[in-house]
């Protein structure tokens, strides 16, 4: 007897797979990588071999074919290094942010220079894209009309920014030690979103170092400033001395003709963007 529903006589469809179904399977990790968990891991900490595939496409990591010495074949201490750093770093759900810049300055290459280069650009132009002000907006040259359009411009930046005039790291000291925790020695620095430094970037943003004299980017640090004060001292007197002899320490800079009017840093060669530097070692890792 036929037990078939009454509507079983349609064309039966064949099921399409669904999108957590591959067609096809994952390559093998090679023993190079097997070897490279295995030392993150002797660190005691975690690395997948996915997780080595995701930051080698991301750049932070060599090619694989880097990673072993030539002579002795065995991983290189610097590899071994770049990975447990970026294994520390990696939480579910968040992102290495401004570290992964670190590694691509530390490798300065073609590849990691031009990646660089978009993140920057893409970060400077951020506040001004959230304020509705183009570049073609920001007017070049020291004449009366061009500063007051910047000064304007620099205001249109801060408007419905949030600026936090408290200090934060001394509530957050006392709460501590109300709490009968001992907290570190400060830093230099209480409060990075105190309302002086974000009136000064918003006119270095808009006008560069041209629009901001030595003295009012001394003083918008110095109020929020908690290191020794002769440090700001020696830095307002060396500014002085440059000034009487003529010349401009901010000239060092490597903003100099990157920076004024903002528009610079989207000409200039991809490989200024990235000077040789180490990063440096978690504390809670071996050197």
Sequence with gaps: MDQRPHHSDRPLRRRRPGPREASATRTPPSATELALVAEVDRLGLTATPHQLERWRAKRWLAPTDQWT???????????IHRATWLAALSRSGHGISWTGWTFWVTDDTEQTAALLRQVLI??????????AITLAQIPHGDSDTAFETRQNLAERLLRG??????????LLRTHAGTAGITLPEPRTVSNPFHTALIRIGARLLTGGTADVSPEELTDAWRSVWTGPPEQLDRITAAHLAADQAGTDLRTLSPWLTDYPGSSAPFNTQTRTCC????APAPRHLPR
């Design 122 to 131: 893409r970060t400077i132009q951020l506040p001004l894209r959230q304020a």
């Design 161 to 170: 920014r949030r600026a936090i005039g408290r200090d934060l790291d001394g």
């Design 69 to 79: 010495d030539p002579a002795t074949s065995t991983l290189r201490p610097d590899i």
């Design 275 to 278: 000077a040789r530097r180490s």
